[in-house]
T-cell receptor, first 112, second 114 residues
Framework: DVKVTQSSRYLVKRTGEKVFLECVQD?????MFWYRQDPGLGLRLIYF???????EKGDIPEGYSVSREKKERFSLILESASTNQTSMYLC???????????FGDGTRLSIL | QKEVEQNSGPLSVPEGAIASLNCTYS??????FFWYRQYSGKSPELIMF????GDKEDGRFTAQLNKASQYVSLLIRDSQPSDSATYLC??????????????FGQGTRLTINP
């Protein structure tokens, strides 16, 4: 089974802090994704990566950056956290074309 | 028009009956279609995927795809209270270097009544 592990289930940070969310997958997948999920807005893609050091913007990249230094790890960075970034953050990974994305357990992030 | 549309529900079905969940999509070029189940406070869990027109069955679940009508559905037979969840339809929109972008519907909240 695919295992996607997110570093924290719950996280509380203050506005202006730099926040790191980590995601690790154990299936040697090429593609990794970061989403956020908000009530009424559904799942929205922030960034994705199709290879080490390669990244592409999703639908809502503003205020976020990402890092993929190793194939198994994909990090989401909130450069200067704001209250409107309070959300559930979900990491996913997938291998070959057309294969399903598998999600981690999610990180519920609160920015105070 | 939204790229992927689902009836938000709630859809209420008696235990043991068939639950029918529907999804329409706007991009005729979409090739892959997925159904995820999401319990409250949890992450989405893949339950079915379908790539070709027709039906695909897996246990109590059947996915149906009609590309001409741009319609995909999920049937749950012999519904159980544990099937109560939000069901997300997801459709591929485009690819970059083999990475597919999935577009998700808003989800249909399903409640199975004992």
């Amino acid at each position: 089974d695919v295992k996607v592990t997110q570093s924290s289930r719950y996280l509380v940070k203050r506005t202006g802090e730099k926040v790191f969310l980590e995601c690790v997958q154990d299936m040697d997948h090429e593609n990794m994704f970061w989403y956020r999920q908000d009530p009424g807005l559904g799942l929205r893609l922030i960034y994705f990566s199709y290879d080490v050091k390669m990244k592409e913007k999703g639908d809502i990249p503003e205020g976020y950056s990402v890092s993929r230094e190793k194939k198994e790890r994909f990090s989401l960075i909130l450069e200067s956290a704001s209250t409107n970034q309070t959300s559930m953050y979900l990491c996913a990974s997938t291998g070959a074309n057309n294969q399903p994305q598998h999600f981690g357990d999610g990180t519920r992030l609160s920015i105070l | 028009q939204k790229e992927v549309e689902q009836n938000s529900g709630p859809l209420s079905v008696p235990e043991g009956a068939i639950a029918s969940l529907n999804c329409t999509y706007s991009d005729r070029g979409s090739q892959s279609f997925f159904w995820y189940r999401q319990y409250s406070g949890k992450s989405p869990e893949l339950i079915m995927f379908i790539y070709s027109n027709g039906d695909k069955e897996d246990g109590r679940f059947t996915a149906q795809l009609n590309k001409a009508s741009q319609y995909v559905s999920l049937l749950i037979r012999d519904s159980q209270p544990s099937d109560s969840a939000t069901y997300l339809c997801a459709v591929t929109l485009w690819r970059v270097q083999g990475a597919q972008k999935l577009v998700f519907g808003q989800g249909t909240r399903l409640t199975i009544n004992p």
